[in-house]
């Protein structure tokens, strides 16, 4: 049988050490005790893992986010770097601004009229 799959499984570092003693001493691979222990092994129900949905987010929108968070961030840098010397009118200008951008953007994507999808 062709064994060209991966199953990648983490483990502590005691599970792990735990694991290949038991394999040596049974004269097994690691890999060979696991095949036949998955084999042997009564199959315990358990309630599905619920899979998280993600949302998708428009492309433009993490861009605009993107934007603001380097202008924010050139503002920190900038008032930081001078502290004693800040003239904080044009920080709060900047901040107004950054703010300004925030509140331009949707929070919801825009919706679809009928002639839009008309028109695809």
């Known amino acids: 049988m062709k064994r060209d799959k991966w199953v990648h499984v983490k ?3 005691s599970e792990k ?4 003693r038991l394999a040596e001493s049974s004269g097994f691979t690691l890999s060979d005790l696991i095949r036949q222990q998955l084999g042997a092994a009564e199959m315990v129900h358990r309630e599905p893992v619920k899979k998280r949905r993600v949302k998708r987010v428009d ?7 993107a934007k603001i968070g380097n202008n924010l961030n ?3 840098r900038w008032a930081n770097t001078h502290k004693s010397e800040a003239d904080a009118v044009a920080v709060l200008r900047a901040l107004l601004s950054v703010e300004r951008q925030m509140l331009g953007i949707p929070t919801q994507p825009p919706v679809r009229r009928e002639e839009d999808s008309d028109a695809h």
Do not use: G, M, T
Request: glycine share 0%; aromatic share 6%.
């Open 59 to 65: 492309p433009a929108l993490i861009r605009e986010l």
């Open 11 to 13: 483990v502590s570092e």
């Open 74 to 76: 050139q503002i920190a």
């Open 17 to 20: 050490d735990s694991w290949n």
